[in-house]
């Protein structure tokens, strides 16, 4: 019943391992509480240069504290559950993409320091790091992108690798000494465009022990506009067939209140049909905010999942990845 999904929810630690939503919208704050989130890998900065994401975070640390009634940084395992003990929601501060770096690897020491714990190596397109999905020659890692990726490790940073390309992908997780990541990301079998990713690299993501987050945004989860909070769980029944129980999270890349400004970045250099899906997609029904997120684990439940793999869907697998990444 509704009531034991609910309550079940409120028990547990929920992660959402990802969300690009405008957090400076005060309206924010109040639905990632009342989703009843533990925590969540917030992205702050991707094609920023380092003089603006180091404003951001500024602003940021200023916002957490005007909300610290619902919400308190995160920058450990421990931070989490301390959020979970006094009903806030633990603000990972994340990054899509290596820009806020310019091409000085001992920002990473910086960004560490100030709590950064996930960085997605490329946005769409090729950086000093690698190249993304959208970049018509996928070269790989450069060189600087290969101590990008023994910098973090060294750090206890998480690398992400959601919008990076096949051979960037392909290339950082076999030289990453630690478990990497697709925060935000659905098979590319179920939906062939260039975001999703293969079964071959999501398996290997799986036999490195990291986490694969899956996506809401109907293109990328159905191919069609249309997609309600069950094709939601079909694509994670179709990842946990895949890469098993363990592997298997939430990321699913809301995008609210975001500015126009943001939007007009994001969404950079991106094919016209593309750009026309992001403007006129409905959102995905009974899921169309992260305030909705305990439909999943009813869903989740619903489906036959036990409440111990439900609770691992939830948060405990990112919790597991945070626990064994980060120093």
């Known amino acids: 019943t509704m009531t034991n999904a609910s309550q079940f929810h409120n028990d ?18 109040g639905r990632l509480h009342s989703g009843g989130l533990t925590a969540v890998n917030a992205t702050f900065a991707a094609w920023h240069t380092p003089h603006e994401t180091i404003n951001l975070i500024a602003d940021m640390l200023l916002m957490l504290e005007q909300h610290s009634d619902k919400l308190m940084p995160a920058r450990s395992v421990a931070d989490i559950h301390k959020a979970k003990e006094s009903n806030r929601v633990g603000f990972i501060i994340g990054f899509q993409g290596t820009d806020p770096l310019g091409d000085n690897l001992n920002m990473l020491r910086l960004y560490h320091a100030l709590g950064v714990r996930i960085i997605q190596l490329t946005y769409n397109f090729r950086n000093l790091v690698g190249c993304g999905c959208q970049e018509k020659e996928d070269t790989g ?17 998480l690398i992400d690798l959601s919008h990076c390309g096949v051979r960037t ?15 935000h990301a659905n098979p590319f079998a179920l939906v062939p465009m260039a975001r999703n990713k293969s079964d071959e ?15 809401i945004f109907a293109p990328m989860l159905t191919g069609s506009p249309n997609a309600s909070v069950d094709d939601y769980v079909k694509v994670i029944d179709y990842l946990v067939n895949l890469i098993g129980i363990d ?8 995008m609210e ?21 992001f403007s006129t997609i409905p959102p995905t029904q009974k899921f169309e905010s992260i305030s909705a997120c305990a439909n999943v684990t009813e869903a989740l439940l619903k489906r036959g999942y036990s409440e111990h793999d439900t609770a691992k869907i939830m948060g405990g697998n990112w919790l597991r990845l945070y626990k064994e990444v980060w120093k």
């Open 12 to 29: 547990n630690i929920i992660i959402d391992g990802l969300n690009a939503s405008n957090f400076f919208d005060p309206r924010i704050a």
């Open 141 to 157: 890692l450069s060189e600087f992108g290969k101590q990008v990726v023994a910098e973090m490790n060294r750090l206890g940073m």
């Open 169 to 183: 992908t392909q290339e950082a997780i076999e030289l990453s000494q630690q478990p990497v990541a697709f925060t």
């Open 201 to 215: 690299a999501l398996k290997a993501v799986a036999a490195k022990g990291g986490v694969v987050g899956a996506v």
């Open 247 to 254: 592997h298997v999270g939430l990321g699913p890349d809301f």
């Open 257 to 277: 209140e975001m500015t126009k400004e943001v939007a007009m970045q994001a969404l950079k250099g991106l094919p016209p049909q593309t750009l026309q899906q």
